[in-house]
């Protein structure tokens, strides 16, 4: 917006910033810069506030002159001049009217109702980038791959969950041979209570076949575990936040599947459309479970695909 025979209010685009220092990611931004060389009358403002105060645009013009006129009376009284919501301009040493822009306001129609994302440091040495290790597969190998993968992680839990009562079965077991009868050949009489017949039988022989009756059991404890692992399914669950690459937003739900689509032909395969608390629907290139790896994402879309692409986290 140019303020005759003053200077131009200019809205740039700032893509969306990690601040190391903070531990922030902040949403994509407008903000106010100001160029003292752009004085010439182009009329946008004077119809304006024709429009917004009623009056003529003659009327109009004379009344941005008595502004501009006392701004400048200020500034070189060595006065400041405060713009709500937008910025403070001062003059320095040289003459040149210096422009300080209040950051508190983002003007980015997008961005609106986004606020910046907090993150934390990433241990990377508990961190196993699966992409890397299924780059060079083809999706049937990368299938079988992770279906693999989980069935075998399944199969650890269930069989460390049964060894863990293993010992109490034992023992059960064991308590349960005690008390059962036993008899001798030549007499009729209970073990326990003649010591003739117990001296009959070697202690040895006794102790092969509980621990032969043991070793069976948990060959078929194992056996039931393989069974109940090999038919477990693990749903796939998703803990924390996710983190989508937005490329547009549109009222338009027809606009958004429309952009999908070209999103897709592009070779985005995981686009998606998301509904948005303001109405607005979002088309997504990709999303990410990890901010890092979402914020290298959309560093690579700005400079080669969309430079108003941002981070959405859901």
């Known amino acids: 917006m140019i303020v005759p025979s003053f200077g131009a209010f200019i809205a740039n685009f700032v893509s969306a910033e990690l601040d190391e220092q903070k531990q922030i990611i902040s949403p994509p931004t407008k903000q106010i810069a100001f160029n003292s060389s752009l004085v010439s009358n182009d009329a946008l403002l004077s119809h304006h506030v024709a429009n917004i105060e009623g009056i003529s645009f003659d009327q109009a013009n004379e009344n941005i002159e008595l502004i501009v006129k006392s701004w400048n009376d200020k500034l070189q009284q060595g006065q400041s001049i405060r713009l709500n919501k937008i910025g403070e301009l001062t003059l320095n040493s040289d003459q040149k009217i210096i422009f300080k822009p209040y950051n508190s306001i983002n003007f980015l129609k997008e961005s609106f109702g986004l606020q910046a994302i907090p993150i934390e440091a990433v241990n990377r040495r508990r961190i196993v980038l699966q992409t890397d290790l299924l780059q060079d597969l083809s999706p049937e190998k990368k299938l079988e791959r992770i279906n693999g993968n989980s069935n075998k992680k399944n199969r650890k839990i269930v069989f460390y ?29 209970n073990i326990f209570k003649k010591s003739e017949v117990i001296e009959k039988f070697d202690t040895k022989t006794i102790e092969d076949i509980k621990t032969n009756e043991v070793i069976a059991e948990i060959e078929t404890t194992e056996e039931i575990v393989n069974e109940v692992a090999e038919e477990a399914i693990i749903p796939e669950v998703v803990l924390g936040p996710l983190y989508y690459i937005i490329g547009g937003s549109f009222k338009d739900s027809q606009n958004a599947e429309s952009f999908q689509d070209v999103l897709i032909n592009k070779n985005y395969p995981r686009s998606e459309v998301l509904e948005g608390n303001n ?15 979402a914020l290298k994402y959309l560093q690579t879309i700005n400079q080669n695909e969309n430079s108003a692409a941002w981070i959405l986290k859901q």
């Open 279 to 293: 109405g607005y629907i979002r088309v997504s290139y990709d999303r990410f479970e990890v901010s890092n790896e």
């Open 161 to 189: 969950a049964v060894t863990a009562y293993l010992p109490i079965l034992v023992a059960l077991w064991a308590l349960f041979l005690l008390k059962e009868p036993f008899t001798g050949q030549e007499s009729g009489f």
